[in-house]
């Protein structure tokens, strides 16, 4: 059984940093595409950052490039979103999501099959 679980949400106040967690299990961790997406109320779900567990390549939205960081610990099966110089719009709701059979990683939701519960990072100005 696939489980996707989000970890290390919380208040923060705008230029601040938080650090996402998202353990995995119940299929092999290697050759897959792990990525971050968000959801503020009102809005749709926006893809943040991927990876591929099998390397080192990364997409990031253009809202986060140079402020947050994809990473894994595939030893841990864990994947993390370093988020740095948070700001105001960056308060959503974050899930983790694995693609077990892709073809190239994108940011796009519909690509993945699997979901995390979600944990809530709120940044205040």
């Known amino acids: 059984q696939v489980q996707l679980v989000e970890s290390g949400g919380g208040s923060v106040q705008a230029g601040g940093s938080l650090r996402l967690s998202c353990a995995t299990s119940g299929y092999t961790y290697r050759r897959v595409c792990m990525a971050w997406f968000r959801q503020a109320p009102g809005k749709e779900r926006e893809g943040v950052a991927t990876?591929?567990?099998?390397?080192?390549?990364?997409v990031y939205a253009d809202s986060v490039k140079g402020r947050f960081t994809i990473s894994q610990d595939s030893a841990k099966n864990t994947l993390y979103l370093q988020m740095d110089s948070l700001k105001t719009e960056d308060t959503a709701m974050y899930y983790c999501?694995?693609?077990?059979?892709?073809?190239?990683?994108?940011?796009?939701?519909?690509?993945?099959?699997?979901w995390g519960q979600g944990t809530q990072v709120t940044v205040s100005s």
């Open positions: 990876v591929y567990t099998g390397g080192t390549s990364t």
């Open positions: 999501a694995a693609d077990l059979a892709p073809v190239y990683c994108s940011l796009a939701s519909i690509n993945y099959n699997y």
